[in-house]
């Protein structure tokens, strides 16, 4: 249920445990790791755009670690179920959280029970990528980009309805917030995935919604869906043609991003080297172009200490989203 108003809760004192958690000040040397496999959580179902880049990320990593990297789904309750297991998971670096911003940045504003605090329980790691997410319609609706999208729910209010991967999504919070701007009503579907949502946009089971970046494109290009626009601050390299929404006349640009991060407490050496890993990673041509190819820009280099400034500066900026389109989950 949605409703008003948004509780703050304490968002303040947990963007700021960000910049105190312990990498900050040393820890024991992890000699000999890794010695096992890893686990990589991926807190969403197998197949989506989460799925896809974790499961190239892992593949790089085991091949520069020389040990499995080991991909598990997780899903369920807008990434909360997958996150929960990390965030409770030994700080040995030997499990490891692939997650969509959402999952840090948004949960933590719009949900009034938490089962983890995101800035206590877990470490920024290394960001892997960041970009806006798609809003696709079915061709019936006859939709081009959002005005039309805008204009039928002015003039049909609470008849449409829209999808997102689940509550308290980015896809969530955004048509909330556009919502909020335009002044319409439209009736929220949370799905379980992004996989599952363009299933049933391909089937016309529900008309419109917001997807991740990269699992809709080739429907997109086959003319199956319509890609009405993209968030964030720059247009899909597979997609050049589709506007993002501010260039529609929505200013909210926020890129959103999937990012790596282990358990609070996890040794200083191992998040330094996984950083390290995976921004090696990042810069080789062939993943620049893999990511291109499912409508990523090319992937930012960050430290970790850039990475947690990314997440606090991504908290305020969802917050005050979340407090236009007084969003909040029950």
Same mark, same amino acid.
């Given at each position: 249920?949605? *409703?008003?108003?948004?509780?703050?809760?304490?968002?303040?004192?947990?963007?700021?445990?960000?910049?105190?958690?312990?990498?900050?000040?040393?820890?024991?040397?992890?000699?000999?790791?890794?010695?096992?496999? =890893?686990?990589?959580?991926?807190?969403?179902?197998?197949?989506?755009?989460?799925?896809?880049?974790?499961?190239?990320?892992?593949?790089?990593?085991?091949?520069?670690?020389?040990?499995?990297?080991?991909? %598990?789904?997780?899903?369920?309750?807008?990434?909360?179920?997958?996150?929960?297991?990390?965030?409770?998971?030994?700080?040995?670096?030997?499990?490891?959280?692939? +997650?969509?911003?959402?999952?840090?940045?948004?949960?933590? =504003?719009?949900?009034?029970?938490?089962?983890?605090?995101?800035?206590?329980?877990?470490?920024?790691?290394?960001?892997?990528?960041?970009?806006?997410?798609?809003?696709?319609?079915?061709?019936?609706?006859?939709?081009?980009?959002?005005?039309?999208?805008?204009?039928?729910?002015?003039?049909?209010?609470?008849?449409?309805?829209?999808?997102?991967?689940?509550?308290?999504?980015?896809? *969530?919070?955004?048509?909330?917030?556009?919502?909020?701007?335009?002044?319409?009503?439209?009736? *929220?579907?949370?799905?379980?995935?992004?996989?599952?949502?363009? +299933?049933?946009?391909?089937?016309?089971?529900?008309?419109?919604?917001?997807?991740?970046?990269?699992?809709?494109?080739?429907?997109?290009?086959?003319?199956?869906?319509?890609?009405?626009?993209?968030?964030?601050?720059?247009?899909?390299?597979?997609?050049?043609?589709?506007?993002?929404?501010? %260039?529609?006349?929505?200013?909210?640009?926020?890129?959103?991003?999937?990012?790596?991060?282990?358990?609070?407490?996890?040794?200083?050496?191992?998040?330094?080297?996984?950083?390290?890993?995976?921004?090696?990673?990042?810069?080789? %041509?062939?993943?620049?172009?893999?990511?291109?190819?499912?409508?990523?820009?090319?992937?930012?280099?960050?430290?970790?200490?850039?990475?947690?400034?990314?997440?606090?500066?991504?908290?305020?900026?969802?917050?005050?989203?979340?407090?236009?389109?007084?969003?909040?989950?029950?």
């Amino acid at each position: 249920m949605i *409703h008003s108003p948004l509780r703050r809760r304490t968002l303040l004192a947990g963007a700021a445990l960000f910049a105190l958690q312990p990498w900050a000040y040393g820890s024991i040397a992890a000699q000999g790791w890794p010695s096992r496999p =890893i686990k990589l959580v991926v807190p969403g179902p197998p197949g989506a755009g989460m799925d896809i880049f974790a499961r190239l990320i892992a593949a790089k990593l085991h091949a520069a670690l020389r040990q499995p990297v080991v991909v %598990e789904n997780k899903p369920g309750a807008n990434s909360l179920i997958g996150t929960d297991a990390v965030a409770k998971a030994p700080a040995d670096g030997y499990t490891l959280l692939f +997650t969509p911003s959402s999952a840090i940045a948004i949960n933590p =504003i719009i949900q009034p029970r938490m089962p983890y605090d995101a800035a206590k329980d877990l470490m920024p790691v290394a960001q892997v990528g960041a970009s806006g997410i798609l809003l696709v319609a079915n061709p019936s609706t006859g939709f081009k980009r959002l005005a039309d999208l805008v204009r039928y729910a002015k003039a049909h209010p609470d008849k449409l309805v829209y999808g997102s991967w689940g509550n308290g999504s980015t896809g *969530h919070l955004v048509m909330e917030g556009i919502k909020a701007h335009y002044g319409v009503s439209m009736q *929220h579907i949370p799905f379980k995935g992004s996989a599952q949502l363009v +299933t049933d946009l391909l089937a016309n089971n529900i008309p419109v919604g917001f997807t991740d970046i990269a699992s809709p494109v080739p429907h997109i290009r086959s003319g199956k869906l319509v890609a009405l626009g993209v968030t964030g601050s720059a247009r899909g390299p597979a997609l050049p043609d589709v506007p993002t929404l501010a %260039e529609q006349g929505y200013r909210f640009d926020k890129d959103g991003w999937y990012g790596v991060f282990a358990p609070a407490g996890t040794p200083p050496e191992i998040v330094q080297r996984l950083n390290q890993e995976i921004n090696r990673i990042l810069s080789t %041509e062939d993943v620049i172009q893999q990511f291109s190819l499912q409508n990523m820009p090319r992937p930012p280099i960050k430290s970790v200490s850039q990475f947690a400034a990314t997440v606090r500066q991504d908290i305020d900026a969802w917050q005050n989203l979340a407090k236009v389109a007084k969003l909040q989950i029950d």
